[in-house]
């Protein structure tokens, strides 16, 4: 719970397969597709997404406590408000049990303002003598070592092993900073300067707040430090390479390249003990911020971490702390007018701690039996699709196809919700400890990671609760899973049109699914296992079509002067323009199945499909969260994932009659076919 609150997010569903009854309208517009979102005045090959939904941009207002607007954002607001409802329910139900009475505690804990602002900065005092407590720098490796403190310079915690993902394997990565990513520390201009002028404010704010000496001076320290490590760490499209940040290691080796950390000491503080091997990432930035521990005084680093606990945990504490975070992190950082409303973030609270309990009530309440039967004859579909595009694959060599086929046959999709929750019998909540139910929550997820260590990896696992709006592929485990709360339109509608089911949620899937043969996805065999399975030959052709996606990408401008990174995005990009090509491949199977697609308010069926695919897509989003996504996130801006896809797939052009001269248009020879 140390990045604010765990993210809502999204997630697969089915499609419409079985006919809607007569009664049944979609949500959106006549059958599917909101047509008044479109500007006419845009040509299609001009710019496809003002096209299809420029009068909804020009007419949207970004609401004050949102960076952004969209298809996701409403869906999020959607799983919110029925979150809420399921959580404040529990209060008024004496048959609650007492999981369920531990999501009313931790809520009823976040509501209490009353209790929270005349509490002040005493809660922070325990974890503040803690640190005053540590004499040296073994003391300060038990710090880092505790779910409870932030460790700068490295971060230590489990994964599946590359080389058998059936076991886990320890970890070692470059540490977390205050600020989002290393560039705010090191770009320079008068944005990147305004925003550390703040976050020195902030800073010194806080600490004041906390009754901590020298409030100017710490912060200044905070800052020289966090910048120091920020010059060593990886840029975020660096960490994307897999292939140099899993370095199998000994304690032994790695106590080698970085041995002004105790490895040892840390690792037994952590509850692993002797791991007899590691994987290793950022080699260099961890040999370098390793170094640190013994140049910075330990004083100076006690000041870091207290300051650093404070900072991390201001959401928690009294409305001084809480406006102060969100004046930066929200309004500097973000250009966020407004701090949502106390309910919203509560509920984010206990989707963070109590998720998979919560997710439990809205499976429930949410997601009926049949969606889940829908889905997986929809995925059966898109792995049909990807087989018929792997096999078409000329570029592909007879080997590399063989072992593609074997993988895309091991697929494991998850749909809806695990098949077993989380117990939280050990979590303890207090109503009267919002700072200590935090902590707690931190504690457990790794106290329920320790246990799970020593056995075989459980493939049941997931990594987003059931009310999270996303999906996502893990490479290790070479599974899809899509949560419940995207069971909704535009993503899905039982009652639309078949052509929008594709153009959405097929799309999503097919994006999935593209990762297992993403730049980096790729790289891992059908088990899981970090194996080159691919020709030579082929790795080359597969290459160097990426590297002209990336390159594509690369002149993509959103904010003046700042371009997305082709690099860092690829992954994404990729799969976005193998999830389109997967998604239309299954439209015109069912099409096949089913008959030529009439035509709809003078659309063809393909047509509606790409429409369906930019309304997905729809977004405005604030300054700020432009400029955060551009710096550390892997996903481009959602416009950009509507042009810069549809202008490299060929039935687009077809569909809406691109010519040479429109502003999307890209030669034949240009244009990236990966499948």
Known sequence: MRNEFKTLALAGVALGLVAATPLARPELGAWGVDLTARDMAVK?????????????????????????????????????????????GIATNPGATPAERKISDLYASWMDEASIDAAGAKPLAPYLATIAAVKDRAGLIRLFASADYAAPTAAIGLRPDIDDPT????????????????????????????????????????????????????????????????????????????????NRMTVAELTAL???????????????????????????????ST???????????????????????????????????????GKALADQPRQRDRWKRGVALVNGALGEEVGRLYVAKHFPPEAERQMAELISDLRAAYGELIAKASWMDEPTRKEALVKLAAFDPRIGHPATYIDYSDLKIERGDLLGNAIRSDRFDWALQLKRFPKPVDRSLWSMTPQTVNAYYSPPMNQITFPAAILRPPFFDPAADPAVNYGAIAVVIGHEMGHGFDDQGRQYDASGKLRD???????????????????????????PGLHVNGRLTLGENLGDLGGIQAGYTAYQRYLARHGKARTIDGLTGDQRFFMAYAQVWRAKARDGFLRNQVLTDPHSPESIRINGIVRNFDPWYAAFGVKPGDLLYLAPAERVRVW
């Not at 710490?218 to 499209?237: K, N, V």
């Not at 041995?259 to 037994?268: N, V």
């Not at 091997?277 to 370098?288: F, N, P, T």
């Not at 004083?299 to 870091?304: F, N």
């Open 44 to 88: 299609p090959g001009d710019d496809f997404a003002k096209f299809a939904n420029g009068t909804w941009q020009a007419k949207t207002e970004i609401a004050p406590d949102r960076t952004r607007a969209g298809a996701f954002i409403a869906l999020q607001d959607r799983a919110e408000a029925d979150v809420r409802a399921i959580v404040e």
């Open 167 to 246: 076991h886990y394997a320890v970890s070692v990565r470059q540490g977390t900073l205050g600020l989002p990513g290393r560039d705010y520390y090191l770009e320079k201009g008068e944005k990147f300067d305004a925003i550390r002028a703040a976050y020195r404010a902030y800073l010194t704010q806080i600490a004041t707040l906390a009754g901590l000496s020298d409030a100017g001076g710490r912060a200044d320290r905070m800052i020289a430090l966090e910048t120091r490590i920020a010059t060593d760490q990886w840029a975020p499209a660096q960490r994307r390479d897999v292939t140099k940040t899993t």
């Open 258 to 288: 970085a041995p002004r950390a105790d490895w040892a000491l840390w690792l037994q503080a952590k509850g692993l003990g002797a791991p007899a091997r590691l994987i290793v990432g950022e080699k260099s930035a961890i040999a370098a």
């Open 291 to 329: 170094k640190l521990l013994e140049e910075v005084p330990i004083d100076q680093w006690k000041d870091y971490v207290a300051l650093r606990f404070v900072s991390d945990h201001a959401q928690y504490l009294s409305r001084p702390f809480d406006d102060a975070r969100f004046a930066f992190f």
């Open 533 to 559: 399975w691919w020709t030579k030959e082929s790795a080359a052709s597969y290459t160097g079509r990426a590297d002209r996606l990336a390159a594509q990408y690369d002149r993509y401008e959103p904010l």
